[in-house]
């Protein structure tokens, strides 16, 4: 056979050990390096050589022969379907001998090998995989076991539907034939293997293979055998399972859940850090997983304050280390969280929540504060008895020594915020009157997380202004906040200005009186923060401009707030991703400030534009380009486009004419990235409304690539991208009117399936896909008029859940226009239609509301011999009432 032919040549292996040797030497020439390789890659046989060194290359150092395994793996991802059959065999032959390796290293890096392996070629494509595995369990050589199992928990971990599948040839399926082994070694003497062995089971938790189903008495036993296991790893691994359990399987852990729960109480306060950790996350997942209170509620004397000792910092905690950061350190690279825009989106719920925290370190200080704000979700204030002598007490220790408890204390009362303020609410005045000195406390870390906790009782503190000292409180917490963004430490200023935005949502217009004191201090911090904090900095001027609006709209403010944002505007490179805050901040101002802005529009206008141009060069050509591709430019620019539209109104006519946005903007709408598209689709519906003229000759194209987001494969795709389009074909249709006609009928063929599947869509597709379908039919009721009966009624359905809003009268303007041109076609469908009409509250429009008179009464004499009186008996009364104000 050619592969056993095949051997390496002499010199070959020479210079490709030698090639690994350089490599893997800390003060390598990389580039010079990757570039050979990459021509040794040419080679057909170069994994050939790179699978014969880990194997078999006995004289040649391990760190050279694993630097071959895991280049090995690199390259079969992307190559291995193009090697010839025979060096597939090769590989795979060579790789199976080597599962008993006498070396660990060894062993591990065939085992992630061979996991690759299988992701490329499925267990079927490798019979004689599964057969060196099962002889190496079997096998009491401890070599051979730990290199099988540890490929095997690496199959469990990447691909492990893969074990629980039919293999063609094979009576059981893999898991079937592995698991009563696995279930044996947690009883094995070597700690390595009771760990690979649980590890792997727990893969299966969430996808439940029968094999794990019928042994769950058996699993069940072993965890409870393993939990008093001597390695940490182990003991980890246990909470991990019945932290998996709850959440996807509770029924299995009823009868033992007094068991667990005092087992997960213990290890909750394991020495080791990552048991406790693993064992703090069930607390939340019994919470979140709605399960019935009294298996936890005798615990909570208990289990509280474990949680409040492990929400002290712990003394290795790397926020200590950079908690005295001062503000004058220049930020690192490491320091700068990746940020994530969120592309612009018409309607009433944008499902997409961002996740605050995405790059900071989970640890056990947050998960037990989590555990604690799940906890009084669900038990509101029966937790207060219990925890708040806890908290009197650490708060009432004075001393340096004891700040950590203090401040744990004050992540508490953030923490219950939310689902204590029943019970709190009495107290409440007196807890902020305690919290505002402490925004001057000396330790730092007090600082800021005064800052957060009283970010929590920002609604309270809003409600509260009208009342006797409730004013007088509010102005302290907002110049207490003032005073800590521009705190020397960056930690405090953080903390500062993300409560300051919080508090600014809530306050919205009671902002008013303090704006000018407000953009004295931002804009004094503006001039000392860091590269990180200016971000979120950047987040609070824009919450301020959404929160006050107009407001901001007087030269006094203006003077203070755009100077240092204009001349930071010209700073930043067309590369520089600083820029993206600073667009999102600008959105919000044009928006606030409306016509205001038209000042400072032009310029901004110009650099969206330029922004857009050189990143679609740079997507065919970086080095014209001179920038790296980056596609959040074109989203945040396109966004910022919207926001100037918005708030200029027929104000931008002028920019528009004399740019290429038209033919940009239609790139856009056809671009590969969704939220390139959300957001083009959302600007393209935003310029309908105020300067359509400027859209032609391409409105034909613009219907038809919107119309493309409709299609069924395209809303499961990318649901947001279907709303926008839906609204913008919406908007579109009532600016042109007739140019409208060629794909109305392409148009509904989308709609209708959206209001007949409404059920688990996003609400706000299923409103644009009515208020869209109610506009088509007004201006082009004869086309829509003959196909009525086919969706009258889950398109009235969704209508009758829709807010009073001019959309909505011209959705129902549509709807009177095909029904006084197929009144037959909507009859059978009337009480759904009745409903419809009764959902109206107030109809602003005079016209409207005698046109849907005339509807009514129309079929009223229309159905006779008591018909109508049969049609209003299915309505419930309140809707019969209000439809008497339509004359029927």
Not at 524 to 548: E, H, M
Not at 837 to 864: F, P
């Amino acid at each position: 056979m050619a592969a056993a032919l095949w051997q390496p040549r002499e010199d070959g292996l020479r210079e490709i050990c030698a090639l690994l040797e350089q490599q893997i030497s800390p003060n390598c020439d990389q580039q010079r390096i990757w570039q050979k390789l990459q021509q040794y890659n040419q080679l057909p046989d170069f994994n050939n050589y790179l699978v014969f060194i880990l194997a078999r290359a006995e004289g040649t150092s391990l760190e050279v022969r694993q630097a071959a395994g895991l280049l090995l793996k690199n390259n079969l991802r992307t190559t291995f379907g193009s090697l010839s059959s025979s060096y597939k065999q090769y590989i795979k032959s060579e790789l199976l001998p080597c599962l008993g390796a006498s070396d660990r290293t060894i062993r591990s890096t065939v085992g992630t090998v061979i996991s690759v392996l299988v992701q490329l070629e499925r267990v079927a494509g490798w019979p004689e995989l599964l057969q060196a595995l099962a002889q190496c369990l079997a096998s009491n050589d401890f070599n051979h076991m730990e290199g099988a199992m540890d490929a095997i928990y690496k199959i469990c971990e990447d691909i492990p539907e893969e074990l629980d599948a039919d293999v063609p040839g094979l009576t059981e399926r893999p898991i079937n034939v592995f698991m009563p082994r696995l279930l044996q070694f947690f009883q094995s003497p070597h700690a390595i293997l009771r760990k690979l062995a649980l590890g792997s089971i727990n893969q299966f938790i969430v996808v439940m293979p029968t094999a794990l189903f019928t042994s769950m008495d058996q699993y069940l036993q072993g965890l409870f055998h393993l939990a008093r296991d001597p390695s940490a790893e182990v003991r980890k691994l246990v909470c991990s399972a019945f932290v998996q359990l709850i959440e996807v399987r509770p029924s299995f852990l009823e009868p033992h859940l007094r068991n667990v729960i005092e087992y997960l109480l213990q290890a909750n306060q394991d020495h080791d850090d990552e048991v406790s950790l693993e064992a703090c996350e069930f607390w939340s997942a019994y919470c979140e997983g709605n399960l019935p209170p009294d298996g936890l509620r005798e615990y909570l004397p208990h289990l509280i304050p474990v949680l409040l000792s492990n929400m002290a910092y712990a003394d290795d905690d790397e926020t200590l280390f950079d908690a005295e950061e001062d503000e004058s350190l220049p930020d690192r690279d490491q320091d700068l969280k990746p940020r994530f825009h969120t592309s612009r989106f018409h309607g009433s719920d944008n499902t997409e929540e961002e996740d605050e925290d995405t790059v900071n370190v989970w640890n056990l200080r947050k998960c037990s504060a989590a555990g604690l704000d799940n906890l009084s979700n669900v038990f509101g204030d029966e937790i207060l008895a219990t925890l708040m002598p806890l908290i009197q007490q650490k708060l009432s220790s004075t001393g340096d020594t004891s700040w950590k408890e203090r401040e744990a204390a004050v992540l508490a009362i953030g923490a219950i915020a939310e689902g204590c303020i029943n019970g709190l609410y009495p107290y409440l005045p007196e807890i902020v009157s305690f919290l505002i000195p402490l925004l001057d406390d000396k330790f730092p870390l007090i600082r800021s997380i005064t800052c957060w906790t009283i970010s929590r009782f920002s609604k309270f503190i809003i409600q509260n202004m009208g009342h006797k000292d409730g004013y007088e409180q509010f102005d302290k917490v907002l110049m207490g906040l003032l005073r800590r963004i521009l705190d020397t430490n960056k930690r405090v200023q953080e903390a500062a200005c993300s409560a300051f935005a919080t508090l600014e949502e809530e306050a919205a217009e009671e902002l008013a009186p303090r704006l000018e004191i407000i953009l004295q201090h931002l804009l004094c911090a503006y001039g000392k923060y860091q590269r990180r904090n200016l971000r979120i900095l950047y987040d609070a001027i824009g919450t301020l401009a959404d929160a006050v609006g107009s407001e901001l709209n007087q030269p006094k403010f203006l003077d203070i707030l755009m100077p240092p944002l204009i001349a930071k505007w010209q700073e930043l490179s067309n590369s520089d991703k600083d820029l993206f805050p600073l667009l999102e901040c600008f959105t919000s101002i044009a928006q606030a400030l409306g016509p205001g802005f038209s000042q400072f529009a032009e310029p901004v206008f110009q650099r969206c534009i330029s922004l857009i141009e050189i990143q679609q060069t740079a997507k065919v050509d970086q080095v014209t380009a001179g920038v790296q591709y980056d596609k959040e430019f074109i989203v945040c620019s396109l966004d910022l486009l919207s926001g100037l539209t918005e708030g200029l109104g027929s104000g931008i006519e002028t920019l528009v004419a004399k740019s290429n946005l038209r033919d940009l903007l239609l790139q856009c709408c056809m671009d590969q990235a969704t939220d390139i598209r959300q957001s083009a689709l959302a600007l393209l519906g935003d310029l309908a409304k105020v300067c359509p003229v400027h859209l032609h000759p391409r409105v034909p194209d613009f219907l038809r690539v919107a119309a493309e987001q409709l299609n069924t494969a395209a809303v499961k795709e990318a649901v947001s991208v279907a709303n926008n389009a839906c609204w913008a074909i919406g908007e579109l249709a009532v600016q042109v009117r007739q140019e409208i006609a060629p794909i109305v009928l392409t148009v509904i063929s989308y709609l209708v399936p959206i209001l007949q599947n409404a059920e688990g869509l996003n609400k706000s597709l299923r409103e644009n896909s009515a208020i869209t379908l109610g506009r088509l039919a007004w201006i082009c009721p004869e086309l829509v008029a003959p196909h009525v009966e086919h969706f009258i009624q889950p398109w009235c359905t969704a209508l009758s859940m829709i807010r009073d809003d001019f959309e909505k009268e011209d959705a129902f303007r549509g709807l009177c226009a095909i029904v006084r041109a197929n009144h037959t076609g909507a009859v059978n469908s009337l009480p759904y239609l009745c409903k419809a009409i009764a959902s109206w509250h107030e109809i602003r429009s005079e016209d409207l509301h005698n046109e849907i008179c005339q509807v009514l009464t129309g079929y009223k004499q229309m159905l006779q011999n008591g018909a109508w009186e049969q049609c209003m008996s299915t309505l419930d009364p309140s809707a019969v009432q209000r439809l008497s104000r339509f004359g029927v």
